[in-house]
Protein backbone atom coordinates (compact mmCIF):
# COMPACT_ATOMS: atom_id res chain seq x y z
CA UNK A 1 0.00 0.00 0.00
CA UNK A 2 1.56 3.31 -1.09
CA UNK A 3 0.27 6.63 0.64
CA UNK A 4 0.50 10.69 -1.45
CA UNK A 5 -0.92 13.11 0.24
CA UNK A 6 0.09 16.71 1.07
CA UNK A 7 -0.97 20.15 2.35
CA UNK A 8 -0.64 23.04 0.65
CA UNK A 9 1.44 25.70 1.66
CA UNK A 10 3.34 28.93 0.45
CA UNK A 11 5.91 27.88 -2.48
CA UNK A 12 9.95 28.55 -1.77
CA UNK A 13 11.08 29.77 -4.88
CA UNK A 14 15.06 29.92 -4.10
CA UNK A 15 18.31 28.19 -4.31
CA UNK A 16 17.61 25.06 -2.44
CA UNK A 17 20.47 25.83 -0.05
CA UNK A 18 18.62 28.76 1.50
CA UNK A 19 14.95 27.04 1.95
CA UNK A 20 14.54 26.60 6.10
CA UNK A 21 15.28 23.01 5.38
CA UNK A 22 18.15 23.13 3.46
CA UNK A 23 19.43 25.91 6.78
CA UNK A 24 18.24 23.14 9.37
CA UNK A 25 20.07 20.76 8.14
CA UNK A 26 23.44 21.92 8.28
CA UNK A 27 22.23 23.02 11.72
CA UNK A 28 21.83 19.50 12.41
CA UNK A 29 25.58 17.76 10.67
CA UNK A 30 27.18 20.30 13.01
CA UNK A 31 25.59 18.46 15.79
CA UNK A 32 28.04 16.66 17.76
CA UNK A 33 27.88 13.12 16.97
CA UNK A 34 27.31 10.15 19.62
CA UNK A 35 29.67 7.28 18.15
CA UNK A 36 27.98 4.16 18.02
CA UNK A 37 29.89 0.87 19.59
CA UNK A 38 30.68 -1.82 16.97
CA UNK A 39 29.03 -2.83 13.67
CA UNK A 40 25.34 -1.94 13.14
CA UNK A 41 23.75 -2.65 9.71
CA UNK A 42 23.02 0.66 7.61
CA UNK A 43 19.77 0.88 8.00
CA UNK A 44 19.47 0.90 12.10
CA UNK A 45 22.38 3.72 11.46
CA UNK A 46 20.02 5.88 9.11
CA UNK A 47 17.19 5.41 11.59
CA UNK A 48 19.34 6.92 14.12
CA UNK A 49 20.43 9.81 12.34
CA UNK A 50 16.95 9.82 11.93
CA UNK A 51 15.37 9.89 15.42
CA UNK A 52 18.49 11.31 17.07
CA UNK A 53 19.01 14.37 15.22
CA UNK A 54 16.11 14.56 12.93
CA UNK A 55 18.02 13.87 9.84
CA UNK A 56 15.91 12.01 7.16
CA UNK A 57 18.35 10.15 4.47
CA UNK A 58 17.50 8.66 1.33
CA UNK A 59 18.83 5.72 0.51
CA UNK A 60 19.16 4.75 -3.31
CA UNK A 61 17.56 1.29 -4.25
CA UNK A 62 20.75 0.49 -5.44
CA UNK A 63 22.77 0.18 -1.91
CA UNK A 64 21.65 -2.27 0.76
CA UNK A 65 20.59 -1.42 3.45
CA UNK A 66 21.61 -4.32 5.49
CA UNK A 67 25.05 -3.11 5.05
CA UNK A 68 27.54 -3.33 8.42
CA UNK A 69 28.76 -0.22 9.13
CA UNK A 70 30.57 1.66 11.81
CA UNK A 71 31.82 4.97 12.97
CA UNK A 72 35.04 5.97 14.80
CA UNK A 73 36.39 8.24 17.14
CA UNK A 74 37.68 10.96 14.34
CA UNK A 75 33.98 11.32 13.86
CA UNK A 76 32.87 14.64 15.60
CA UNK A 77 29.93 15.47 14.31
CA UNK A 78 26.65 14.41 12.73
CA UNK A 79 27.98 14.94 9.23
CA UNK A 80 31.95 13.69 10.04
CA UNK A 81 29.73 10.62 10.79
CA UNK A 82 27.43 10.59 7.10
CA UNK A 83 30.82 10.76 5.30
CA UNK A 84 32.50 8.02 6.98
CA UNK A 85 29.52 5.65 6.56
CA UNK A 86 29.50 6.91 3.01
CA UNK A 87 32.86 5.80 2.47
CA UNK A 88 32.10 2.23 3.80
CA UNK A 89 29.43 1.79 1.65
CA UNK A 90 30.95 3.68 -1.97
CA UNK A 91 28.31 6.08 -1.80
CA UNK A 92 28.03 9.94 -2.45
CA UNK A 93 26.80 12.32 -0.31
CA UNK A 94 24.07 14.42 -1.61
CA UNK A 95 22.43 17.36 0.06
CA UNK A 96 18.78 18.23 -1.62
CA UNK A 97 16.84 20.91 0.25
CA UNK A 98 16.54 19.25 3.68
CA UNK A 99 17.50 15.53 2.90
CA UNK A 100 20.71 13.75 2.88
CA UNK A 101 20.88 11.22 -0.20
CA UNK A 102 23.20 8.73 -0.43
CA UNK A 103 23.44 7.49 -3.77
CA UNK A 104 25.98 5.32 -6.12
CA UNK A 105 29.88 6.93 -6.52
CA UNK A 106 29.59 9.24 -9.45
CA UNK A 107 25.88 10.54 -8.90
CA UNK A 108 26.21 12.83 -6.24
CA UNK A 109 27.17 15.98 -7.91
CA UNK A 110 24.98 15.58 -10.40
CA UNK A 111 21.87 14.96 -8.15
CA UNK A 112 22.66 18.12 -6.39
CA UNK A 113 23.00 19.98 -10.14
CA UNK A 114 20.02 18.96 -11.19
CA UNK A 115 17.89 19.63 -8.02
CA UNK A 116 19.30 23.55 -8.24
CA UNK A 117 19.41 23.79 -11.38
CA UNK A 118 15.51 23.23 -11.81
CA UNK A 119 14.82 25.02 -7.88
CA UNK A 120 16.68 28.01 -9.61
CA UNK A 121 14.18 27.71 -12.75
CA UNK A 122 10.78 28.77 -13.55
CA UNK A 123 8.99 25.55 -12.47
CA UNK A 124 5.39 25.01 -11.73
CA UNK A 125 5.86 26.64 -7.36
CA UNK A 126 4.26 23.19 -6.51
CA UNK A 127 7.04 20.84 -7.13
CA UNK A 128 9.00 23.64 -4.63
CA UNK A 129 6.18 23.58 -1.96
CA UNK A 130 7.58 22.47 1.06
CA UNK A 131 5.14 20.24 2.84
CA UNK A 132 4.00 17.35 4.70
CA UNK A 133 3.50 14.78 1.47
CA UNK A 134 2.43 12.02 3.90
CA UNK A 135 4.51 9.93 1.47
CA UNK A 136 5.33 6.08 2.45
CA UNK A 137 4.80 2.59 1.33
CA UNK A 138 4.90 -0.87 2.80
CA UNK A 139 8.05 -3.75 2.62
CA UNK A 140 8.14 -5.29 -0.30
CA UNK A 141 6.32 -2.11 -2.61
CA UNK A 142 6.77 -2.64 -6.22
CA UNK A 143 8.87 0.42 -7.38
CA UNK A 144 6.18 0.19 -10.35
CA UNK A 145 3.83 1.12 -8.15
CA UNK A 146 5.42 3.33 -6.41
CA UNK A 147 6.46 5.61 -9.27
CA UNK A 148 2.65 5.47 -10.13
CA UNK A 149 0.97 6.98 -7.11
CA UNK A 150 3.32 9.52 -7.21
CA UNK A 151 3.14 10.70 -11.08
CA UNK A 152 -0.54 10.16 -10.21
CA UNK A 153 -0.14 13.59 -8.03
CA UNK A 154 2.78 14.88 -9.84
CA UNK A 155 2.64 14.43 -13.59
CA UNK A 156 5.73 13.26 -15.29
CA UNK A 157 5.49 13.78 -19.14
CA UNK A 158 7.64 10.83 -21.05
CA UNK A 159 7.82 8.24 -18.27
CA UNK A 160 7.16 4.87 -19.50
CA UNK A 161 6.23 2.95 -16.32
CA UNK A 162 6.28 -0.31 -18.39
CA UNK A 163 10.19 0.45 -19.11
CA UNK A 164 10.77 0.81 -15.59
CA UNK A 165 12.72 -2.23 -13.48
CA UNK A 166 10.79 -4.05 -11.76
CA UNK A 167 12.03 -3.74 -8.09
CA UNK A 168 10.86 -4.33 -4.63
CA UNK A 169 11.74 -1.63 -2.24
CA UNK A 170 11.95 -1.89 2.20
CA UNK A 171 9.43 0.06 3.78
CA UNK A 172 9.37 3.89 3.95
CA UNK A 173 8.06 6.71 5.66
CA UNK A 174 8.21 10.07 4.59
CA UNK A 175 6.63 13.44 6.24
CA UNK A 176 7.65 17.01 5.33
CA UNK A 177 9.98 17.57 1.71
CA UNK A 178 9.28 18.91 -1.57
CA UNK A 179 7.88 17.17 -4.48
CA UNK A 180 10.78 18.06 -6.20
CA UNK A 181 13.16 16.26 -4.15
CA UNK A 182 10.86 13.18 -3.95
CA UNK A 183 11.02 13.23 -7.77
CA UNK A 184 15.00 13.15 -7.96
CA UNK A 185 14.95 10.09 -5.56
CA UNK A 186 12.62 8.32 -7.57
CA UNK A 187 13.88 8.82 -10.80
CA UNK A 188 17.49 9.16 -9.75
CA UNK A 189 17.32 5.33 -8.60
CA UNK A 190 16.53 4.49 -11.99
CA UNK A 191 19.36 6.74 -13.89
CA UNK A 192 16.59 9.16 -14.35
CA UNK A 193 15.66 13.00 -13.69
CA UNK A 194 13.28 15.40 -14.13
CA UNK A 195 14.11 17.95 -16.53
CA UNK A 196 11.46 21.08 -17.58
CA UNK A 197 9.27 20.46 -20.62
CA UNK A 198 7.16 23.63 -21.46
CA UNK A 199 5.09 24.44 -18.74
CA UNK A 200 5.56 20.40 -16.59
CA UNK A 201 8.24 18.18 -15.47
CA UNK A 202 9.14 15.16 -17.53
CA UNK A 203 12.04 12.03 -17.27
CA UNK A 204 15.12 11.81 -18.87
CA UNK A 205 17.93 10.04 -18.68
CA UNK A 206 21.13 11.32 -16.47
CA UNK A 207 24.19 11.72 -18.80
CA UNK A 208 27.06 10.90 -16.72
CA UNK A 209 29.22 11.90 -19.18
CA UNK A 210 28.00 15.64 -19.21
CA UNK A 211 29.49 18.07 -16.93
CA UNK A 212 27.23 19.30 -13.74
CA UNK A 213 26.28 23.02 -14.67
CA UNK A 214 27.07 26.07 -13.14
CA UNK A 215 23.48 27.90 -11.60
CA UNK A 216 23.32 31.43 -10.62
CA UNK A 217 21.98 32.73 -7.71
CA UNK A 218 22.01 35.74 -5.33
CA UNK A 219 22.02 35.60 -0.90
CA UNK A 220 20.58 38.36 0.96
CA UNK A 221 18.98 38.07 4.24
CA UNK A 222 19.88 34.19 4.22
CA UNK A 223 23.51 34.76 4.72
CA UNK A 224 23.16 36.04 8.95
CA UNK A 225 21.17 32.71 9.08
CA UNK A 226 24.21 30.83 7.75
CA UNK A 227 26.71 32.89 10.02
CA UNK A 228 29.54 35.71 9.50
CA UNK A 229 32.26 33.09 9.51
CA UNK A 230 30.41 30.97 5.88
CA UNK A 231 29.99 34.28 4.71
CA UNK A 232 33.06 35.17 4.93
CA UNK A 233 34.57 32.19 4.07
CA UNK A 234 32.83 31.95 0.28
CA UNK A 235 35.06 33.85 -1.78
CA UNK A 236 38.24 31.52 -0.59
CA UNK A 237 36.01 28.65 -1.91
CA UNK A 238 34.91 30.54 -4.84
CA UNK A 239 38.08 32.01 -6.10
CA UNK A 240 37.16 30.18 -9.77
CA UNK A 241 33.72 30.94 -10.22
CA UNK A 242 32.12 35.19 -10.66
CA UNK A 243 30.91 36.83 -7.52
CA UNK A 244 30.31 40.10 -5.76
CA UNK A 245 29.26 40.79 -2.44
CA UNK A 246 28.72 43.43 -0.35
CA UNK A 247 27.77 43.56 3.31
CA UNK A 248 24.68 40.81 3.40
CA UNK A 249 24.50 40.44 -0.15
CA UNK A 250 26.08 37.96 -2.49
CA UNK A 251 25.72 36.63 -5.99
CA UNK A 252 27.81 34.18 -7.35
CA UNK A 253 28.24 31.39 -9.76
CA UNK A 254 29.40 28.30 -8.94
CA UNK A 255 28.38 24.32 -8.70
CA UNK A 256 26.91 22.95 -6.19
CA UNK A 257 26.91 23.36 -2.28
CA UNK A 258 29.53 20.44 -2.54
CA UNK A 259 32.14 22.92 -3.15
CA UNK A 260 31.74 24.45 0.08
CA UNK A 261 32.01 20.77 1.60
CA UNK A 262 34.95 20.08 -0.14
Known amino acids: MMVFSGNSSVAQVAHPYRTSPSIALTSSLEAKWQATRGRIP ?8 RLAYSIPVWLDRRIA ?21 ARQIHADIALVDGVVMLVPEGLGAHVESIYWSLA ?10 NEDLVLSWE ?27 HDVWPAALWGKTTP ?24 DRIDLQTPTSPVEWVYRDEISKLGKDRWRQWPLFLQVHRFQGSGLFLAFMGLSERQFRE
Open 65 to 85: SDYDVATSDQCVTVGDSIAEV
Open 180 to 203: LMVAIGLLGSFDLKPVVAGESLAA
Open 120 to 129: TDAINSVWLR
Open 42 to 49: LRDMIGQW
Open 139 to 165: DGANSRDILRSFVARYPLMDLHLDQIE
